[in-house]
């Protein structure tokens, strides 16, 4: 079984002040030391908080990074998929990252 992952956001400026809103001050965390050995101030928060702020990026002007800890004692590390967006085949051929072309078994 997987170990479960806790979720973490550190924001900046104007993001800090919505989040802060949005989530109780025990979710607040002071000086958490990551993997990269720097000490971050983040928000704890569950996965759904998160899409909630992307969603909301752009239009809210949010500025945030996610982290991410696998257990109860785990590293504390970027999320390096928060942005990547996966791409089917047919919105590919629509904004030409892919090309129609014939399979090399109907060429013969």
Not at 16 to 28: D, F, K, M, Q
Not at 47 to 64: G, K, M, P, V
Not at 85 to 106: I, N
Request: contains cysteine.
């Amino acid at each position: 079984m997987s170990a479960r992952k806790k979720w973490y956001v550190e924001a900046t400026a104007h993001t800090n002040e919505v989040i802060a809103r949005e989530l109780p001050s025990e979710n607040a965390h002071e000086d958490v030391l990551c993997q990269d050995g720097v000490k971050r101030d983040f928000w704890e928060c569950e996965y759904r908080f998160i899409t909630r702020l992307l969603e909301n990026e752009a239009t809210a002007r949010l500025n945030f990074k996610v982290f991410y800890r696998e257990g109860k004692y785990g590293p504390v590390k970027p999320w390096p998929f928060l942005r990547r967006r996966k791409l089917v085949l047919k919105s590919a051929l629509e904004k030409g990252r892919v090309k129609k072309g014939v399979s090399p078994t109907q060429a013969l």
